[in-house]
Antibody, heavy 125, light 107 residues
């Protein structure tokens, strides 16, 4: 079955960078849109951006512009999210998920239907 | 950015009860509204997409309705596995945005 498996927990100092990976499996072709989200402790879900499976398109939230980048390694079917200049408030669980066009009634709709298990990133001095 | 407002932020109920959670957008999003269920320490699970379409494997006790800017999630005959946090999400435009969540716990 289709799966997204993320890399392990990270602890980084303020000002450092972190790279989280999301390996896809079970897909015959890479999902078109892979989305990254994060969830600070006790808080809700924050959408960070998405990248196409062929690495040709990205879109990031304005809030993180200049600090976030997403890439796809098509040979290993792995997607990466890098966040630079880390701040204490970047401490969160980071999720990857596929945004799929799902057939509904009466139209098709986008939805996050497959999720990675989450990666805890702690920013601490 | 489209703002999504959920209410209530928390809710207590018993097994067998019915509950309703509302989600309001500050712009028209037609039916581009999804609901997710999240349990502690886990990734969210898709419940309903397109405002009223049940995702594969979701029991029909869950019902989504609404269009435009006002939406509801109703859960009938609550089961122990239903006690969780629920989020709405709009997919009308980028950036995608979520409601702040509704925590449903056992009375």
């Amino acid at each position: 079955q289709v799966q997204l498996v993320q890399s392990g927990p990270e602890v980084q100092n303020p000002g450092a960078s972190v790279r989280v990976s999301c390996k896809t499996s079970g897909y015959t072709v890479l999902p078109y849109k892979i989305t990254w989200l994060r969830q600070a402790p006790g808080q809700g879900l924050e959408w960070m951006g998405w990248i196409s499976g062929d690495n040709s398109q990205t879109e990031y939230t304005q809030k993180l512009q200049g600090r976030v980048s997403m890439t796809t390694d098509t040979s290993t079917r792995t997607v990466y999210m890098e966040l630079t200049s880390l701040r204490f408030e970047d401490s969160a669980v980071y999720f990857c998920a596929t945004e799929t066009l799902v057939r509904g009634a009466p139209y098709y709709y986008y939805a996050l239907d497959v999720w990675g298990q989450g990666t805890a990133v702690t920013v601490s001095s | 950015d489209i703002q999504m407002t959920q209410s209530p932020s928390s809710l207590s109920a018993s097994v067998g009860d019915s509950v309703t959670i509302t989600c309001r957008a500050n712009q028209i999003i037609r039916s581009h509204l999804n609901w997710y269920q999240q349990k502690p320490g886990k990734a969210p699970d898709l419940l309903i997409f397109g405002a009223s379409n049940l995702h594969t494997g979701v029991p029909p006790r869950f019902r989504g309705s609404g269009s435009g800017a006002n939406f509801t999630l109703t859960i009938r005959n609550l089961q122990p596995a239903d006690f969780a946090t629920y989020y709405c999400q709009q997919t009308s435009t980028f950036p995608r945005t979520f409601g702040q969540g509704t925590k449903l716990d056992m009375k």
